[in-house]
């Protein structure tokens, strides 16, 4: 019979005899041991690439506030039908105008980020999500002061304008490392990276 091999690839004896010698957890403990002893050492830059990553001025700044604008997205169809659901008695209307609020983010969302590449983030960025800001506080409180039904339309309509965050970040990051090797320079007209 052939000699078994543990993790490390060091011969042993039969596991028969392994565990005729040794109970089974200190067998499991000792192979621990060899393992964390035979470890091959691992450079600090290949351990943690994000520490390389997030020393660009600016990189961990962005990143935060695009996790934080994004949380809310996908919770927010979803939030408005349970909303009007419960405050309305209606799910057809519930359902209609969490529909309204997703297609005029489909229909808005590349007209913003048009926008956002002629004349850049910072220009366009504050209005467009001041503007979904104020038309999802309109629609709450119209849901809330049961205002007429065609008012919850509008201000879903208008709560769509709400920028995608996904695609700003990804812009700034291009901007970031516009420079290493293997990332694509930036299209000459593409400018939602400046200002």
């Known amino acids: 019979m052939r000699p078994s091999r543990d993790l490390t690839g060091h011969a ?4 028969v005899s392994q565990v005729e010698n040794l109970s089974l957890v200190q067998y499991v403990a000792s192979v621990q041991f060899s393992v964390r002893l035979h470890r091959p050492e691992v450079p600090s830059a290949v351990a943690n690439p994000y ?3 997030f020393r660009a001025p600016g990189s961990l700044a962005f990143s935060a506030a695009g996790f934080v604008a994004r949380m809310p ?6 939030g ?7 405050m309305r008695g209606e799910y057809g209307l519930a359902g209609a105008v969490s529909a309204t609020f997703t297609l005029s983010m489909a229909l808005f969302g590349p007209q913003v980020s048009r926008l956002v590449d002629r004349a850049g983030q910072g220009r366009v960025l504050v209005p467009a999500t001041g503007v979904s800001v104020v038309a999802m506080g309109a629609l709450l409180l119209s849901a809330r ?3 007429p039904v065609w008012t919850l339309f509008v201000f879903a309509a208008l709560a769509g304008t709400l920028p ?13 490392y516009r420079d290493s090797p293997g990332c694509t320079p930036p299209s000459p007209w593409n400018r939602s990276w400046t200002s």
């Open 80 to 86: 408005i039908i349970t909303m009007l659901s419960q």
């Open 51 to 53: 520490r390389e990553l």
């Open 164 to 176: 995608n965050m996904a695609a700003m970040v990804r812009a700034r990051w291009t901007h970031v």
């Open 12 to 15: 042993h004896g039969t596991a």
């Open 73 to 78: 997205i996908s919770m927010t169809g979803i």
């Open 145 to 147: 002061y049961d205002a």
